[in-house]
């Protein structure tokens, strides 16, 4: 699976490198995020204009969001 890591990328870049990243990643792809709520804001807004969905990966790692087609 393909995973785009936005640790340490500042909330003003990272729309630029999720939108590059999921023009050509294969889907389901990972989208990790770290505990930042705002990221993942910024990540499930450009989603939802994909018209694709994410969920967090699991219990315990709510800093990663997998994205697949709806």
Partial sequence: ???LDLHGIRHEKA???IR??????SL???II???SPKMKE???KI???YNWSCYEKDYFNYGTLIIVER
Wanted: hydrophobic fraction near 40%.
């Fill in 20 to 25: 590059v990243f999921l023009n050509f990643a």
């Fill in 1 to 3: 699976m393909e995973k």
């Fill in 47 to 49: 989603v939802k204009e």
């Fill in 42 to 44: 910024i990540v499930k």
């Fill in 33 to 35: 995020t770290g505990n």
């Fill in 15 to 17: 729309d630029d490198l």
């Fill in 28 to 30: 389901p792809c990972e």
